[in-house]
């Protein structure tokens, strides 16, 4: 098991840019989540999917950002336009939740460390 | 609205030092917490994982605690040691919406 895949680790762009981070949950994971870290407010989560349907994206901080998860092994997280506000550290994370496995909780990927200049 | 508070955020202490790390959440109608470790420049690790049905569980130097009815965890680490130095993050699952609400962390060094 390869766990939960992020691209890219690291992404350096200018504002104004289209930002698009891409995310591999561990495979019969049924929910994925993206979360937001920085700082100032911890972690955030943006929206969460279960079986590839969105659920909430209330925590999408505006229009700018949308996400997309159009099968179960594939999902995307865009900003377009990118603000230097937008830096911080995107992770995506996956769980069996609500499948047909006990519970076992979330497994987070390694992380997109966003910086927009 | 679940919240979660870990005090206090930061913590030094000596080797070999037993030590107990707190959280606590404002709903207790819960489905399970877990407790994460991150390194700095990390992703997140999962270290426990309690349901809302058990008071506790252990992975080897690490015991976690659960009291549901007074929203609050602890995480117990044994013979601290150098390489237990990181951010502890406890996270809840309300199980409503399968969504984790973390709290801010506790950021732990050990001195050798």
């Known amino acids: 098991d390869a766990g939960v895949i992020q691209s890219p680790r690291h992404e350096v762009t200018e504002m104004g840019q289209e930002v698009t981070l891409r995310c591999k949950p561990i495979?019969?994971?049924?929910?994925l989540f993206w979360y937001r870290q920085t700082m100032m407010r911890g972690l955030e989560l943006l929206i969460y999917?279960?079986?590839?349907?969105?659920?909430?994206d209330s925590g999408m901080p505006e229009d700018r950002f949308s996400a997309k998860m159009p099968n179960a092994s594939f999902s995307t997280l865009k900003i377009q336009p990118s603000e230097p506000r937008d830096s911080a550290v995107y992770f995506c994370?996956?769980?069996?939740?609500?499948?047909?496995?006990?519970?076992?909780?979330?497994?987070f990927g390694s992380g997109t460390r966003l910086t927009v200049v | 609205k679940q919240e979660v508070t870990q005090i206090p955020a930061a913590l030094s202490v000596p080797e070999g030092e037993n030590l107990v790390l707190n959280c606590s959440f404002t709903?207790?109608?819960?489905?399970?917490l877990q407790w994460f470790r991150q390194d700095p420049g990390k992703g997140l690790t999962s270290l426990l994982l309690?349901?809302?049905?058990?008071r506790e569980q252990t992975s080897g130097r690490l015991n976690a605690s659960l009291d549901k009815s007074s929203g609050r965890s602890t995480l117990y680490i044994a013979a601290s040691q150098p390489g237990d130095s990181a951010t502890y993050l406890c996270?809840?699952?309300?199980?409503?919406?399968?969504?984790?609400?973390f709290g801010k962390g506790i950021t732990l060094s050990v001195r050798p």
């Open positions: 994370a996956s769980s069996p939740r609500g499948g047909p496995y006990p519970a076992r909780g979330y497994t």
């Open positions: 495979s019969g994971h049924n929910s």
């Open positions: 999917f279960n079986n590839n349907v969105p659920i909430d």
């Open positions: 709903d207790s109608a819960i489905y399970n």
């Open positions: 309690i349901q809302s049905s058990q």
């Open positions: 996270a809840v699952d309300t199980g409503a919406n399968s969504k984790l609400t």
